[in-house]
T-cell receptor, first 113, second 114 residues
């Protein structure tokens, strides 16, 4: 089975801190994604990556950056966390030949105080 | 991507079939119907997708009407673990690298009761 692992299920950070959210997939997928999920707003795409060292902005990239140095790992970085970045963050991956599905991790719930 | 309409909530008795409807009257000819579900505090899980024909896998069946304006996801023997929010999504098939967006609406909260 495909496994997408997010490093932390729950994090609490302070305003202004630099935050790293890590995502690792074990199926050699080319594409990886970071979404955030907020009540009433559904899932919104922050960034995605076609392949190693490739990245593209999604719908809400402001305040975030990403890193994809290795194929299996896609990191989301909050350079200076703010309270409006309190959210559930979801990582997903898919192989480039697949037409059907994204494989999601279990999510990381970030609270910024 | 075409807009979808789902009931906000449904109940189902354990062991019975759960039939979740989705309306997508503006669907285009090249758009697929995808179903995902999200159990509380977990990431979304892919269930099934289809274009025209009915589809079945180990999790569920997908019935698409002939005019493709609506579909039904069927869980043949619902269990308590099937309690989740079910999302119906209509979009073109994932293909090349630029085709990445997956827009989740509010979905249907299915509650399976003992």
């Amino acid at each position: 089975d495909v496994k997408v692992t997010q490093s932390s299920r729950y994090l609490v950070k302070r305003t202004g801190e630099k935050v790293f959210l890590e995502c690792v997939q074990d199926m050699d997928h080319e594409n990886m994604f970071w979404y955030r999920q907020d009540p009433g707003l559904g899932l919104r795409l922050i960034y995605f990556s076609y392949d190693v060292k490739m990245k593209e902005k999604g719908d809400i990239p402001e305040g975030y950056s990403v890193s994809r140095e290795k194929k299996e790992r896609f990191s989301l970085i909050l350079e200076s966390a703010s309270t409006n970045q309190t959210s559930m963050y979801l990582c997903a991956s898919r192989p480039i030949k697949n037409t059907g599905e994204l494989f999601f991790g279990e999510g990381s719930r970030l609270t910024v105080l | 991507d075409a807009k979808t309409t789902q009931p906000p909530s449904m109940d189902c008795a354990e062991g019975r079939a759960a039939n979740l409807p989705c309306n997508h009257s503006t669907i285009s000819g090249n758009e697929y119907v995808y179903w995902y579900r999200q159990i509380h505090s977990q990431g979304p899980q892919y269930i099934i997708h289809g274009l025209k024909n009915n589809e079945t896998n180990e999790m569920a069946s997908l019935i698409i009407t002939e005019d493709r304006k609506s579909s039904t996801l069927i869980l043949p023997h619902a269990t308590l673990r099937d309690t989740a929010v079910y999302y119906c999504i209509v979009r073109v098939a994932f293909s090349g690298g630029s085709n990445y967006k997956l827009t989740f609406g509010k979905g249907t909260l299915l509650t399976v009761n003992p």
